[in-house]
């Protein structure tokens, strides 16, 4: 019996600490666990809320128009940095010389709060009344930026630190990469035949007069961004560590030889750097020229992706409502992207709710994994939709592919937090839904391969640091 017992008490002192090693391996999932809890019980409290979604990761923003992201303030300091004038009864920026009535130096705008005030209220949705139009005030402040918004470089570093200070590590950033590609459509004979159209504008030069002069831009505006957050420095701007890519705008409302001078040197310019990942549409879907030649942009865009494949496209549409557009323009602007104009991503997407069969356009969607851009606080001011009546919810309840992107955070008066802030405040988002839409962000950008793996790496690091101490 005293054998027995003995034996059985050493097999004990043996067997503990394997029983209590196997209770100490972390649960992987402790730490999102308890950051969930712990989010759930700040939700009604907008101040941690906040501070809790500032210093969350946020991955990659993939919808954001770099004039856009600049507030209005910034674009005054740069024109009176410049000798630049604001024009009174535009509240826009032009060049000088001021002649100190119809045109005041911008210098002493930022000198005088009450036309400084009066600027800044011209060029973003500051102050906005929202019983008037929301969306053509939106729009207009774009006319007002004048030759600051060519600060190219000025303009990335800015983008740039400001995502790095609210833990964004990714941006795919919507520019117009040269201008001369409007001028060249404009000299350049159209005609139906797409193919006999596009050889005409390469004989006249395309690669040479805008491919290489595009290249050459990013160059230098890259270098200024180099130079204005002191990259090489031994302390440089938190901003220099997030990653920049482009995606090249074509002007929709431009007449068709514009626009199809655009999307051929995109198409091309896309392949020859791989800074620029893709191109997108833009201006406003509801323009009447938009609108007339929606079709047609689809047919030019279906015949150019056949000739580069590897080139993903990415959509502005469904940035309409009820009521904006006639009834016809609300069939099948999204579904025609996604069919027709081969988009791997859809900006906004807000009326895709609104189309023929949309709970089948849903599914395919779903099916097809073509990723939703939601701005909230763009949808708001522009269209009017926010709160239930925003699809967002039903997005995610259809399986849809959802990323929150700012738009265009300078003139909405937003933030990369505030659009987060939007859409938990107003669809009870909870914290796993926020993670697989920031996720999300890494996985269906456009990013190489090499380079989406480091950012997914990246932003896996910051989860598991963001949950080891959550903001209190």
């Given at each position: 019996?005293?054998?027995?017992?003995?034996?059985?008490?050493?097999?004990?002192?043996?067997?503990s600490?394997?029983?209590?090693?196997?209770?100490?391996?972390?649960?992987?999932?402790?730490?999102?666990?308890?950051?969930?809890?712990?989010?759930?019980?700040l939700?009604?409290?907008?101040i941690?809320l906040?501070?809790?979604?500032?210093?969350?990761?946020?991955?990659?923003?993939?919808h954001?128009?770099?004039?856009?992201?600049?507030?209005?303030?910034?674009?005054?300091?740069?024109?009176?940095?410049?000798?630049?004038?604001?024009?009174?009864?535009?509240?826009?920026?032009?060049?000088?010389?001021?002649?100190?009535?119809?045109?005041?130096?911008?210098?002493?705008?930022?000198?005088?709060?009450?036309?400084?005030?009066?600027?800044?209220?011209?060029?973003?949705?500051?102050?906005?009344?929202?019983?008037?139009?929301?969306?053509?005030?939106?729009?207009?402040?774009?006319?007002?930026?004048?030759?600051?918004?060519?600060?190219?470089?000025?303009?990335?570093?800015?983008?740039?630190?400001?995502?790095?200070?609210?833990?964004?590590?990714?941006?795919?950033?919507?520019?117009?990469?040269?201008?001369?590609?409007?001028?060249?459509?404009?000299?350049?004979?159209?005609?139906?035949?797409?193919?006999?159209?596009?050889?005409?504008?390469q004989?006249?030069?395309?690669?040479?007069?805008?491919?290489?002069?595009?290249?050459?831009?990013?160059?230098?505006?890259?270098?200024r961004?180099?130079?204005?957050?002191?990259?090489?420095?031994?302390?440089?701007?938190?901003?220099?560590?997030?990653?920049?890519?482009?995606?090249?705008?074509?002007?929709?409302?431009?007449?068709?030889?514009?626009?199809?001078?655009?999307?051929?040197?995109?198409?091309?310019?896309?392949?020859?750097?791989?800074?620029?990942?893709?191109?997108?549409l833009?201006?406003?879907?509801?323009?009447?020229?938009?609108?007339?030649?929606?079709?047609?942009?689809?047919?030019?865009?279906?015949?150019?992706?056949?000739?580069?494949?590897?080139?993903?496209?990415?959509l502005?549409?469904g940035?309409?409502?009820?009521?904006?557009?006639?009834?016809?323009?609300?069939?099948?602007?999204?579904?025609?992207?996604?069919?027709?104009?081969?988009?791997?991503?859809?900006?906004?997407?807000?009326?895709?709710?609104?189309?023929?069969?949309?709970?089948?356009?849903?599914?395919?969607?779903?099916?097809?994994?073509?990723?939703?851009?939601?701005?909230?606080?763009?949808?708001?001011?522009?269209?009017?939709?926010?709160?239930?009546?925003?699809?967002?919810?039903?997005?995610?309840?259809?399986?849809?592919?959802?990323?929150?992107?700012?738009?265009?955070?300078?003139?909405?008066?937003?933030?990369?937090?505030?659009?987060?802030?939007?859409?938990?405040?107003d669809?009870?988002?909870?914290?796993?839904?926020?993670?697989?839409?920031?996720?999300?962000?890494?996985?269906?950008?456009?990013?190489?391969?090499?380079?989406?793996?480091?950012?997914?790496?990246?932003?896996?690091?910051?989860?598991?640091?963001?949950?080891?101490?959550?903001?209190?």
């Amino acid at each position: 019996m005293r054998t027995s017992a003995l034996f059985c008490c050493a097999a004990a002192l043996v067997l503990s600490p394997l029983v209590g090693a196997q209770s100490a391996v972390p649960d992987p999932r402790a730490g999102e666990v308890s950051t969930a809890r712990h989010f759930e019980a700040l939700k009604g409290d907008p101040i941690r809320l906040r501070a809790f979604l500032r210093e969350m990761p946020k991955g990659g923003d993939l919808h954001n128009h770099l004039t856009g992201a600049i507030y209005a303030e910034r674009y005054l300091q740069w024109a009176a940095e410049d000798g630049q004038c604001l024009a009174m009864a535009t509240m826009s920026i032009v060049v000088g010389p001021c002649d100190g009535k119809a045109t005041i130096a911008a210098s002493a705008v930022v000198q005088n709060l009450v036309l400084f005030d009066q600027a800044v209220d011209a060029m973003s949705m500051r102050h906005w009344d929202v019983s008037r139009n929301g969306h053509d005030q939106f729009f207009a402040a774009f006319g007002k930026f004048g030759p600051p918004s060519d600060r190219t470089g000025d303009m990335l570093a800015e983008a740039a630190s400001n995502a790095a200070a609210e833990r964004v590590s990714y941006l795919e950033l919507m520019l117009t990469p040269y201008a001369g590609a409007t001028a060249l459509g404009r000299s350049v004979a159209s005609g139906p035949d797409l193919a006999q159209w596009r050889a005409r504008l390469q004989a006249a030069g395309l690669t040479e007069r805008v491919v290489k002069p595009a290249r050459a831009s990013l160059d230098a505006a890259e270098a200024r961004l180099h130079e204005s957050l002191r990259c090489a420095s031994d302390k440089p701007d938190p901003g220099c560590q997030v990653t920049i890519r482009y995606i090249a705008q074509v002007g929709r409302a431009r007449t068709p030889q514009e626009v199809f001078a655009q999307m051929v040197a995109w198409f091309e310019l896309v392949e020859a750097d791989s800074r620029v990942v893709s191109l997108n549409l833009v201006q406003p879907e509801d323009d009447p020229v938009s609108v007339r030649d929606f079709s047609l942009h689809m047919s030019m865009l279906d015949y150019l992706h056949r000739l580069h494949p590897g080139v993903p496209i990415t959509l502005h549409a469904g940035e309409l409502a009820d009521g904006l557009v006639p009834p016809s323009a609300l069939r099948s602007h999204v579904r025609d992207s996604i069919r027709i104009g081969h988009a791997r991503r859809i900006g906004h997407g807000t009326a895709a709710v609104l189309e023929d069969d949309p709970f089948g356009l849903l599914r395919e969607l779903s099916e097809r994994q073509v990723l939703v851009e939601v701005a909230m606080s763009s949808a708001a001011q522009i269209l009017g939709v926010s709160g239930a009546r925003h699809p967002l919810k039903t997005f995610l309840a259809a399986n849809v592919p959802v990323a929150l992107v700012t738009d265009d955070m300078g003139v909405s008066r937003s933030t990369h937090t505030l659009e987060f802030m939007r859409a938990v405040t107003d669809h009870g988002l909870d914290y796993p839904t926020l993670k697989r839409l920031v996720r999300n962000s890494i996985e269906y950008s456009f990013a190489d391969a090499t380079t989406k793996t480091r950012l997914r790496a990246d932003l896996e690091r910051a989860f598991a640091e963001f949950e080891r101490r959550p903001p209190a």
